[in-house]
């Protein structure tokens, strides 16, 4: 399944695609560099009702939001890592398996923490302003 969405409208995409994915958990997000996949979790946090500032966790890892309904959002990026054993002496694979909804970015830094039932989706630009998400369902 394909969203195509602008950077206007994204919003709507993250509204669109929670209704489409609301039975999994863990998300992991591919695209290059500048795709925008740290945008369109941003907007996913703003749709799950996260009013802390929500902000990129390249240098931190993980960043951890809380919902009004008081459920627990990680948002992790593996950018930084160089291998699956960074990533658990950094929590990642403790995030992934806590039952709570994860958001990751460069899942490829290590494709072997992710549990089953993962949702992969890539996201790949196709101008400044338009986006493609493509979700593995």
Same mark, same amino acid.
């Given at each position: 399944?394909?969203?195509?969405?602008?950077?206007?409208n994204? &919003?709507?995409? %993250?509204?669109?695609? $929670?209704? *489409?994915?609301n039975?999994?958990? !863990?998300?992991?997000?591919?695209? &290059?560099?500048? %795709?925008?996949?740290? $945008?369109? *979790?941003?907007a996913?946090?703003? !749709?799950?009702?996260?009013?802390?500032?929500?902000?990129?966790?390249t240098?931190?890892? *993980?960043?951890?939001y809380?919902?009004?309904q008081r459920?627990?959002?990680y948002?992790?990026?593996l950018?930084?890592?160089k291998?699956?054993e960074?990533a658990?002496?950094a929590?990642?694979e403790?995030?992934l398996?806590?039952?709570n909804?994860?958001?990751?970015e460069?899942?490829?830094?290590?494709?072997?923490?992710?549990?089953?039932?993962t949702l992969?989706?890539?996201?790949?630009?196709?101008d400044?302003n338009?986006?493609?998400?493509?979700?593995?369902?």
């Amino acid at each position: 399944m394909e969203l195509i969405y602008t950077l206007d409208n994204i &919003e709507v995409a %993250a509204k669109e695609f $929670t209704n *489409i994915t609301n039975a999994f958990k !863990v998300f992991a997000f591919e695209g &290059e560099m500048g %795709a925008g996949k740290t $945008t369109f *979790i941003h907007a996913l946090c703003e !749709v799950a009702g996260v009013t802390d500032g929500i902000s990129s966790p390249t240098f931190s890892i *993980i960043n951890q939001y809380i919902t009004p309904q008081r459920q627990l959002i990680y948002h992790i990026d593996l950018y930084r890592l160089k291998n699956e054993e960074e990533a658990i002496q950094a929590g990642v694979e403790d995030c992934l398996y806590s039952g709570n909804t994860c958001f990751v970015e460069w899942p490829q830094k290590a494709p072997g923490l992710f549990p089953d039932g993962t949702l992969h989706a890539a996201i790949t630009a196709i101008d400044t302003n338009t986006r493609k998400l493509k979700i593995n369902l």
